[in-house]
Every structure is written in structure tokens, then in C-alpha cells.
């Protein structure tokens, strides 16, 4: 693949190309909510708002040649691949290993590979949204994924498909199969090995001696532990071939980011506690508090920080209680529209700023010779 030699610099045209592609997925879902399609010999119906949400998000990434780690390692990894023994990174996870090496006795073109790693990142998100639409806010469920998920996932490719493979182990939890939730995290962690996080949840959710005080007060204490154990931690990082440029926080900071992020994730989680579906409020508690927790630790040991791609499900946690609530206030629907809409351009404009030139997402470019400057 013939990578464009530039200056990644910022670029109206790409924030524009963004919001396009965040505005247009909303208004498609909003307009075709419940329209369907019937396709081939049997005639299966095909729900439109999400084939042509699908199509938008699989081409922008799918054919998408703009992330720093797309350009660089995963690259480098790709052309390594004829066989795992001459696989350049052998402290890549097993399951991305054995894709790349599959893909690569296939063909050695890179861009199929990158295509393929789209489809099974977004089909996941796409089928979970699916079965869970008659139960969620559909449009803001995809506005959500599309402005705080999506877009952030250009560079780091492995851990946002394992992030979306470890959805169904969120699913799982909510209908309390603990083995097909078990199996999932693992499959997910073949991926990338930061998924074995999501055992925490687990533990919560299927350990009935866990109430909502005790998960709060166990999560406060495992902040404390690794706040006490940060030195050692960082030790343990610098040991590791791919982790040794982590470090501590040049200074601990109190984490009003992260507050903002979650405290409109609990306010309406909170607000439809009296749901009939306990167990998905209980799961929903879990994840929210875990996810909390760890980004708090993101500003003890920065990479703490990109764990927050492992609690994806707030995507349908949201679209369930915001879907309660506009049928509960049926007279506040429009103000719960405009704030969940406000919400997300917020959380995108925050990440576009600070991570545009880290994640070399800007300007875009893909396999067409696509340059958005």
C-alpha cells in the first residue's frame, strides 16, 4: 500500500467530513427507524437504517488509510505474516497473529486486510444494536457509537474489534448466561489481552454476594491499590516490549473528565432504576462503575486511559434508559434528544482536539487517493 508522505496537521475539512459522517448515520436511523427491505429467494427483511449506517461506517474505515498504528505497526505486522514463526511482533495476542497469517497466504494486499478487520469490527456492533433495537433508542444508540467509539478507533484497530467481539460477553451477562459470557471475554482477550479486564464485571455480575455498596467499595479499594502499587506498576510496564513507554503521569490530576464523561451515564441509569429488567440495571451499574474507576486510573498510569474502549456496552446502556425515560417524559422527548446530541458532539469535539495529531487521523485519507486537507 502506497502510504501518503505528509504533515498530519489539523484539518477543517476532515472535522467537517467527521461531523458528516456522525450527522448522516443519526439522521438515517431517525428517518428509516422502521423501514425494512425484503432480500433474496426467501425474502429476509433487512432493517435499512442500519444496512446504510453499515455501508457509511464500513466504507470510511474499511478503505480508510489515516491512524498512526494502521500506518505503522499493524502495517509492519501485515508483511510479516507468511507463516507466525516469521511474525514481526510475537507479543501480539494469538487470535490477531492467526488472522493476520490467514489473510496474508490469501493475498498481500494490506488494504484487504484492513477492510477485513472493518467488517469485523462494526458487524459486531451492528448485530448487538439489532437485537436490542426494539428495546433502545436506535438513532442516539448509533449517534453515540458513531461520535465517541468509531471514529477513535482508526488507529488502534485490534483493540477496538476485540473491544467489539467482547460485546456479546456483555449480552451474555444481561440474559446471566455466565458460560457463553466467560467464553466471549476470552475469545475477545485472543485479541487483545486488555479484555481480561472485563473479568472484573464479570466477577460482579454473576458473584451474588456483590451488591451495588460492595461493587462501589471494592472498586474504591482496587483504585487505592494500584494508586499505592503505581511505582510497581510502572516497573512491571517498562519490563514489556510493547509497554515500556508507559509511565506515570508527569502529575496526578482529579479526573473532572472523566466525571463529566460518566456522570449522565449514571444520572439516567439512575433515573430508570425502577425498570422491570433488574438485571440489566445491574449490569448496566457494573459497567458504568468499572469503566469509571478505570479511567480515573488513566490519570495515575496513563494507559489506564485507553481501556475506555472496553466498556463499548454504554452505547446500548444508553439507547435502553434514554429510550425508558422519552417514554416515561413523553413531553421531554425533544429535550432528551437535544442533550444526548449535545452529549456526543462534546465527547467528539474533546477527542477530535486532543488526539487528532497523536492518532494521525487528520487529514483523512484512503486507498483512493483521498486526501481531505
Known amino acids: 500500500m502506497d502510504f501518503q508522505n505528509m504533515a498530519y496537521m489539523w484539518s477543517n475539512y476532515t ?15 431517525v428517518f428509516c427507524k422502521n423501514q425494512y427491505i425484503q432480500f433474496g429467494v426467501y425474502k429476509k427483511k433487512i432493517q435499512v437504517s442500519l444496512l446504510f449506517t453499515g455501508l457509511i461506517l464500513i466504507f470510511f474505515k474499511g478503505f480508510g488509510t489515516a491512524g498512526r498504528d494502521l500506518r505503522s505497526g499493524y502495517y509492519m505486522n501485515f508483511l510479516s505474516a507468511t507463516s507466525m514463526d516469521d511474525f514481526r511482533d510475537k507479543s501480539t495476542e494469538i487470535g490477531y497473529r492467526v488472522l493476520n497469517v490467514i489473510i ?30 426494539n428495546k433502545i433508542d436506535g ?7 458513531v461520535s465517541v467509539f468509531y471514529i477513535s478507533g482508526f488507529s488502534p484497530l485490534r483493540a477496538y474489534l476485540a473491544s467489539s467481539i467482547a460485546l456479546f460477553a456483555f449480552d451474555a451477562m444481561v440474559e ?4 457463553k459470557a466467560f467464553i466471549w471475554i476470552v475469545i475477545s482477550m485472543c485479541f487483545h489481552i486488555s479484555m481480561a479486564f472485563l473479568f472484573l464485571p464479570y466477577i460482579f ?28 506498576i510502572v516497573s512491571i510496564l517498562a519490563g514489556s516490549e510493547r509497554y515500556f513507554n508507559y509511565g506515570l503521569a508527569d502529575s496526578i490530576e482529579f479526573g473532572f473528565e472523566q466525571i463529566a464523561y460518566y456522570l449522565p451515564f449514571f444520572i439516567i441509569i439512575y433515573l430508570g432504576r425502577k425498570n422491570n429488567d433488574k438485571n440489566f440495571f445491574k449490569t ?58 449535545l452529549y456526543c458532539m462534546a465527547r467528539f469535539w474533546i477527542y477530535i482536539y486532543q488526539y487528532y495529531n497523536l492518532e494521525d487521523i487528520m487529514p483523512y485519507t484512503n486507498i483512493f487517493g483521498w486526501i481531505i486537507i
Open 15 to 29: 472535522l467537517l467530513l467527521y461531523f458528516g459522517i456522525i450527522a448522516s448515520c443519526y439522521i438515517i436511523c
Open 104 to 133: 496474508r497466504n490469501i493475498t498481500d494486499q494490506y488494504w484487504v486486510f484492513i477492510f477485513i478487520i472493518s467488517l469485523l469490527t462494526i458487524i459486531p456492533v451492528l448485530k448487538i444494536v439489532k437485537k436490542y433495537w
Open 139 to 145: 438513532p442516539l444508540t448509533i449517534l453515540l457509537f
Open 176 to 179: 446471566k448466561n455466565a458460560k
Open 205 to 232: 455480575c454473576f458473584f451474588k454476594i456483590f451488591n451495588k455498596k460492595f461493587i462501589v467499595a471494592s472498586l474504591v479499594i482496587l483504585f487505592l491499590l494500584f494508586y499505592i502499587e503505581r511505582n510497581s
Open 284 to 341: 448496566s451499574f457494573v459497567y458504568l462503575c468499572t469503566g469509571f474507576c478505570f479511567g480515573m486510573l488513566g490519570y495515575i498510569v496513563p494507559i489506564f486511559g485507553r481501556t475506555h474502549v472496553l466498556f463499548l456496552p454504554v452505547i446500548i446502556i444508553a439507547g435502553y434508559y434514554l429510550k425508558f425515560l422519552k417514554n416515561k417524559y413523553i413531553t421531554c422527548k425533544w429535550l432528551i434528544n437535544f442533550t444526548t446530541i
